[in-house]
């Protein structure tokens, strides 16, 4: 079988599914398992963003980008199409970070090829609560006589549901997914914080976006996790000032009692990996502490 993916996430659960031999072209920022890396790239991106630009214009292009209805990705569909692919699989979660399923993906469903009609299979990955990540997974083993792989994967999500079940019972969490404007992260991650017993600024499940910093301080949260969408914790770090000098920053609950960590954005991605992260946050609940391959306690 040969697919193509036309983002990261898509891309790591198909090498979960059937392996990387049955990936033929990737997205130009699809890294993992590294062995994609060396794969066909079929998208581009349609901005110069770079991670050295400030948060606040980043977040400009992006919203510029989104008003006028220009993708920040383009896939090369003659590109795609010249791969003679089985089934395309992209996203239909984020516009900011790949190519959205609402692109021709959706549209096309045959091509002329080498004088031949080949029907292409188009599929979209978009989970947006933790167990929806193997139920998601699931579809996707349908098409690719995959399903042993998918039910391994359920056996190790419900296990991780059941290590994490209300061990941060009744403490008030959220993620900071952009630092500015501030945007808290949604969908999976409040979802998992709704198992481990906690509750966020946003409802399990529920779509995230951009809060005033007012709103967080009359939340007032028990632990802060900031984790800017690619951004490593060295990056994040540099712009750190910009939340800690905010009014009334050493009055929320969170700082006094020290729960604040700066974490990688291992959340990003809806994938079998997530649960590296679910890994994470129940050390941080349980010990208090966070490996320092994944980030570190803003306060000691």
Known sequence: MRIVTLDPSSTEIIAYLKGTNAIVGVSEDSDNPPEVKEK?????????????????????????HIKNMKPLHEADWNLIYALYPDLVVGQNI?????????????????????????????????????MGIVDEARKLAKLTDSLERVDSLKEKFDNARQEILNIAKG????????????????????????????????????KGGIFEWDVIREFNPDYLLISPCSFPVERTMKEIWKLTSLPGWDDINAVRTKNVYVLEPIYAR??????????????????????????????D
């Not at 630009?53 to 977040?59: F, H």
């Not at 969908?187 to 966020?200: P, Q």
Request: hydrophobic share 40%; aromatic share 6%; net charge positive.
């Open 171 to 206: 403490k008030k969490v959220i993620l900071i997914e952009w630092i500015k404007p501030i945007h808290i992260m949604g969908k999976w991650v409040t979802d998992i914080l709704d198992i481990m017993g906690s509750r966020s600024i946003v409802r399990p499940g529920g």
């Open 94 to 130: 984020c516009e900011t970070c790949s190519l959205p399923s609402v692109t021709p993906m959706n549209l096309i469903t045959s091509r002329r090829l080498t004088g031949k009609l080949r029907t292409i299979r188009m599929a979209s990955f978009g989970p947006n609560t933790f």
């Open 40 to 64: 066909i790239k079929v998208t581009r991106k349609t901005t110069n963003i770079t991670n050295d630009l400030p948060s606040e214009e980043i977040d400009r292009i992006v919203r510029e």
């Open 270 to 299: 809806p994938t079998q990996n997530i649960l590296t992260f679910v890994g994470v946050l129940r050390d941080l609940f349980l010990t208090g502490e966070v490996d320092k391959k994944y980030g570190i306690k803003l306060y």
